[in-house]
């Protein structure tokens, strides 16, 4: 990367701003506030914009959500955001119980709790192992390495060609309907607002096999991996 030339800084939110699910911190947000000096920065998470937004504390940025399914932009006289889209997909829940059943006996997986799949509305779905109702211990336990589920990530993705899927949670498959994914989102947002791929670096935490930053990590764009969302501010210190 050549810093020189970075106009744009996208940020994963979980693990990477922010604990899982938590309320940014104040040490975090003086961090972006710093970065926010020197260059353009954006959200591009798994979550919805609005999810992103709030658990941000309504912290002034641009957000790509739903791995780019939708986008909203930062309104500085209301301090909400101004919502641009908001795509969903049909999704075939037939088709994706039989799917997740194949998976299941392939893998041993038939007991679970609750459903086998939950549906989002904007045609995402995650493959809950465990199931929807599984107890949280039970599912910290389950695949803490991610191995069980970096074995099968191949065979779920032979079966789900219509998604993207990626190793999500503790003990699920998330998947985004085919073609979007964390790059898609970033490559189309560059392509809409004039910046270049060498203009842009990435921030993120699930880089590994199977991540839902994968994608970005994988491609030509930038990218700056952290650790610990703690130590955030350590991890782009190159950029300021
Ligand atoms: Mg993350």
């Known amino acids: 990367m050549d810093v020189s ?10 693990g990477t701003i922010t604990q899982h699910k938590v309320p940014l911190e104040e040490k975090n947000r003086a961090v972006l506030d710093a970065l926010g000096k020197k260059y353009k920065l954006l959200m591009a998470g798994a979550g919805a914009c609005q999810r992103i937004f709030l658990q941000m504390g309504k912290y002034p940025i641009d957000i790509l959500g739903s791995y780019g399914m939708q986008y909203a932009e930062y309104n500085k006289d209301t301090g909400e955001l101004d919502v641009k889209y908001l795509k969903s997909f049909p999704c075939d829940h037939e088709s994706v119980e039989r799917r ?3 998976f299941r006996e392939k893998y041993g997986y038939t007991d679970f709790a609750g459903d086998s799949v939950q549906y989002f ?14 107890q949280l211990p039970e599912k910290l336990a389950f695949d803490p390495t991610r191995e069980k589920r970096r074995r099968a990530l191949a065979y779920v993705r032979e079966l789900f060609p219509d998604f993207k899927v ?3 949670g503790t003990s699920s ?5 085919a073609p979007y994914d964390k790059y898609y989102a970033l490559d189309k947002y560059c392509r809409e607002h004039g910046y270049a791929h060498d203009e842009v670096v990435f921030v993120g935490d699930d880089w ?3 991540g839902n930053d994968s994608p ?3 491609s030509d764009i930038a990218f700056i991996k952290v650790d610990n969302y703690e130590n955030f501010g350590e991890c782009v210190k190159i950029l300021l």
């Open 173 to 177: 498959f998330d998947m985004a309907p």
């Open 216 to 218: 970005v990590y994988e």
């Open 208 to 210: 590994g096999e199977g």
């Open 100 to 102: 997740a059943m194949i």
């Open 121 to 134: 509305d904007t045609g995402g779905i995650t493959l809950a192992i465990l199931g929807t109702a599984a």
């Open 5 to 14: 030339k970075i106009k744009l800084v996208a940020f994963d939110l979980d």
């Open 166 to 168: 990626f190793v999500g």
